[in-house]
């Protein structure tokens, strides 16, 4: 079953995986759980959705490079409802 979205890991060391994700229209990132403290950077400006597991909702406005981090735990499903065009990020998770 395709979702729309992949990730593509671009470095993982001791310390750090970092992966760029793409959510294509009306593609999501399935409710997934981040085990670790990490930071999004965007590559494009546009908006997502974002589910969190409570089913309350967040519409993250994203321009590109203005950075924003979240705690480990953090427990989600991200969509690009709305755009007609890929949303693409990078993910730094910060291993240790």
Do not use: K
Request: proline share 6%; charged share 20%.
């Amino acid at each position: 079953m395709s979702t729309g979205s992949h990730g593509e890991v671009q470095l993982e060391n001791e310390h750090f995986r970092v992966t760029r994700w793409t959510i294509e229209p009306g593609g999501v990132i399935p409710l997934h759980r981040h085990d670790h403290e990490y930071v999004v950077v965007p590559l494009v400006s546009d908006t997502m959705h974002v589910t969190n597991a409570d089913g309350s909702e967040i519409v993250a406005e994203l321009t590109v490079g203005q950075s924003y981090t979240r705690p480990a735990g953090s427990e989600h499903r991200v969509e690009n409802r709305t755009s007609p065009a890929p949303i693409v990020f990078v993910e730094v998770e910060r291993l240790s």
